[in-house]
C-alpha cells in the first residue's frame, strides 16, 4: 500500500535522463508510514506520508 490515507499521495512517474539525454522509466515513492492513529474515536493503524505525519494532521495512539 503506497498511498497516504490522508492525503492520497502515492507513487509518481518520470524519467531518468542520462548525460547523452537517453530515458528511461522511474518511480518516486512516497515516504509511507504504518502508524496507529485515532481514526473517530477509534485507534486503528494507517498509512501516513511523513508530510501528514509532521504537520500534524494526524493524532497518533
Known sequence: MAKCSICGKGVTFGNNVSHSHRKTNR?????IRRVKAVVN????????????????KVERA
Open 27 to 31: 518511480t518516486w515513492k512516497a515516504n
Open 41 to 56: 474515536g477509534t485507534n486503528k493503524t494507517v498509512h501516513v506520508c511523513s508530510r501528514c505525519l509532521r504537520s500534524g
